[in-house]
């Protein structure tokens, strides 16, 4: 089975922009959670989704959102982004609900200038 | 909400010996411990996890233990080698919930 993919893998903003990011899950993997990543605040839970529904959400501002379709593809998007967004953003998919293995995917990149 | 404390952030031992690293935790709801291993620049990586009605489970040279009684779990490494290099989180997870990390464990394993 191919793994979970993200697209793009890197990407360059200015501040004030927004920003789409998607996440591809395993094949039959139901459950998306994304999750932000920086040296100083290690992994940082945004948010789960599972069979297009939110199921639970990170402490994070209203600024992220994200969406989950029919096919348990899922994007999150960033709107009027701020320097201390610059991250490593994180899928992670998983068969059911999280609880279960978790797996990554590569990451997208993401610098604020 | 849960806290993961993990300890040490850094870790260095000679190949071939043992490594440790332990996290606590807070909440005594929680019933789910993976372990992922991130290598520079790659992904994480589930490498063991344990649920809360096991004391302990092993796999090759990595062992994961869980003292509910103490809120803690370790990570049990032997016999350690140049590429177990990596950053070792943590994580604790209950039902309805998210999922809670620790801030990782940068372990170096020096040949």
């Known amino acids: 089975k191919a793994g979970v993919t993200q697209t793009p893998r890197y990407l360059i903003k200015t501040r004030g922009q927004q920003v789409t990011l998607s996440c591809s899950p395993i094949?039959?993997?139901?459950?998306v959670s994304w999750y932000q990543q920086t040296p100083g605040q290690g992994l940082q839970f945004l948010f789960e989704?599972?069979?297009?529904?939110?199921?639970n959400k990170g402490n994070f501002p209203g600024r992220f959102s994200g969406r989950q379709f029919s096919n348990s593809r899922s994007e999150m998007n960033v709107s009027t982004l701020e320097l201390g967004d610059s991250a490593l953003y994180l899928c992670?998919?998983?068969?059911?609900?999280?609880?279960?293995?978790?797996?990554f995917g590569p990451g997208t990149r993401l610098t604020v200038t | 909400g849960e806290n993961v404390e993990q300890h040490p952030s850094t870790l260095s031992v000679q190949e071939g010996d043992s490594a440790v690293i332990k996290c606590t935790y807070s909440?005594?709801?929680?019933?789910?411990f993976p372990w992922y291993k991130q290598e520079l620049g790659k992904r994480p990586q589930l490498i063991i996890d344990?649920?809360?009605?096991?004391g302990e489970k092993k796999d090759q040279r990595i062992a994961v233990t869980l003292n509910k009684t103490a809120k803690h779990f370790s990570l049990h490494i032997t016999e350690t080698q140049p590429e177990d290099s990596a950053v070792y989180f943590c994580?604790?997870?209950?039902?309805?919930?998210?999922?809670?990390f620790g801030t990782g464990t940068s372990l170096t394993v020096i040949p």
């Open positions: 992670a998919s998983s068969l059911v609900r999280t609880g279960y293995e978790q797996y």
């Open positions: 094949s039959g993997h139901r459950s």
């Open positions: 989704y599972f069979s297009e529904t939110q199921r």
């Open positions: 909440d005594s709801a929680s019933n789910y």
């Open positions: 344990i649920r809360s009605n096991v």
């Open positions: 994580a604790a997870w209950q039902t309805g919930n998210q999922f809670y």
